[in-house]
């Protein structure tokens, strides 16, 4: 059974979600100091859960968003395997589920509820 990360890389914070392939589990966000910090704090996720699989989210329509993130993934020194989903209405899903129900953008919650969305987009799409 795969261990799967997602995450959802944005400027300030960093949506975290773990999967052993059948529950998918938004974990706290990662909250950007510095890239390195992000960088370190995202390997240190990927091997609490020994992850195989890194699951990302890239918006493709966005094309300055996809080079930053691209650049983070590359600073990751993570030998399985990743792999790029579009996440460019996943934000916008989430937003809609929770409407009501989480009040703080800020806290990273949200973020990581993407990225648990990004790795049931990416099991639907194996099975």
């Keep these: 059974m795969e ?3 997602g995450i959802d890389v ?3 914070r960093i949506g975290v979600a773990f999967s052993n392939g059948s529950v998918v589990v ?3 966000a990662v909250i ?3 890239r390195n910090q992000a960088a370190k704090e ?3 996720k990927i091997n609490e859960y020994k992850a195989d699989v890194l699951v990302v989210g890239l918006p493709m329509t966005n094309e300055e968003m996809q080079r930053r993130i691209k650049h983070f993934i590359s600073l990751l020194d993570f ?5 790029f989903i579009d996440e460019s209405y996943t934000s916008a899903e989430v937003e809609e589920e929770i409407k009501g129900v989480i009040k ?3 806290d990273g919650r949200i973020d990581s509820l ?5 790795i049931e987009n990416y099991l639907a799409r194996k099975s």
Excluded: E, Q
């Excluded at 030998?79 to 792999?83: A, E, F, K, L, W």
């Excluded at 993407?114 to 990004?118: F, H, I, M, N, R």
């Design 114 to 118: 993407v990225a648990k969305k990004l």
């Design 32 to 34: 950007r100091k510095n």
């Design 26 to 28: 938004p974990l706290p």
């Design 10 to 12: 944005g400027l300030k």
């Design 79 to 83: 030998n399985g395997s990743t792999v």
């Design 104 to 106: 703080h953008k800020k």
């Design 3 to 5: 261990k799967i990360i």
């Design 42 to 44: 995202v390997m240190d």
